[in-house]
């Protein structure tokens, strides 16, 4: 079955900058609306964004619109996040999931395959 493998996080001083990649083992997860989620110590796991697999359909959290970009490549079969303009607030560990149910996209019920999460961690 399709996997998700996230990388790229890391230390960013705030203001900085990081680009997450979320990769799978198969091209059938280019065919899937895929998410990133984050939680942070001693929180519950938030939406963050999210892309339909047109590429063109996006969908931010408040917090996190006009500074992050979710976008896709379908030909090495991975989702990026470009995260600028980083601040403490972003520090969390960061999912992807592959959105295998219709529904909200903000609602992570509605994904079912995670990867193993990538921790950032933005200092002031």
């Known amino acids: 079955q399709m996997q998700v493998t996230e990388s790229g996080g890391g230390v960013a001083q705030a203001g900085g900058s990081l680009r997450l990649s979320c990769t799978s083992s198969t091209s059938t997860f280019n065919y899937y609306p895929v998410g990133w989620f984050r939680q942070a110590t001693g929180t519950e796991r938030g939406f963050v964004a999210a892309?339909?697999?047109?590429?063109?359909?996006?969908y931010y959290s408040n917090d996190v619109k006009g500074r992050f970009a979710i976008s896709r490549d379908n030909a090495k079969a991975t989702v990026y996040l470009q995260m600028d303009n980083l601040n403490p607030e972003d520090t969390a560990i960061y999912y992807c999931?592959?959105?295998?149910?219709?529904?909200?996209?903000?609602?992570?019920?509605?994904?079912?395959?995670w990867g193993q999460g990538t921790a950032v961690t933005v200092s002031s």
């Open positions: 999931a592959i959105k295998t149910l219709p529904g909200a996209f903000e609602a992570e019920r509605y994904y079912n395959i």
């Open positions: 892309i339909k697999p047109n590429s063109v359909d996006t």
